[in-house]
């Protein structure tokens, strides 16, 4: 995209884990934030059927969608670059894998 994020919003079952949030805070070097309600996109069609029937306007959604918890990234810069090297060269190892099924 061209742009660096400001933060990483989860939602979903994998975004239960505390762990995996940290991880991924911690790699990505910002801060991971998980909503109160993980089944976001269910969420969504809730709250678009709500603005459709007139239950809500669109300034008011914001408010009903409310963070639970924010993971602030805890490694030092050091580390976190080694960690994503790694990370980098497991990609680039596993690629070739798709051409090996085929």
């Known amino acids: 995209m061209g742009k ?3 933060e990483l919003r989860v939602d979903g079952g994998a975004a239960k884990n505390n762990f ?3 991880f991924q805070a ?12 993980l089944e976001t996109t269910a969420l969504g069609a809730a709250l678009a059927c ?4 007139g239950l809500w306007n669109l ?6 969608v409310q963070p639970e918890r924010r993971f602030i990234p805890q490694l030092p ?17 596993a690629k070739g894998w798709a051409k090996e099924i085929e």
């Open 20 to 22: 995996l949030c940290q």
């Open 59 to 64: 300034e008011e959604i914001p408010n009903l």
């Open 50 to 53: 709500g603005v459709s029937l």
């Open 4 to 6: 660096k994020l400001s």
């Open 77 to 93: 810069e050091s580390t976190r670059e080694k960690f994503l090297a790694g990370w980098k060269k497991a990609v680039e190892r």
């Open 26 to 37: 911690d790699i990505l070097g910002i801060p991971v934030v998980r909503p109160a309600v």
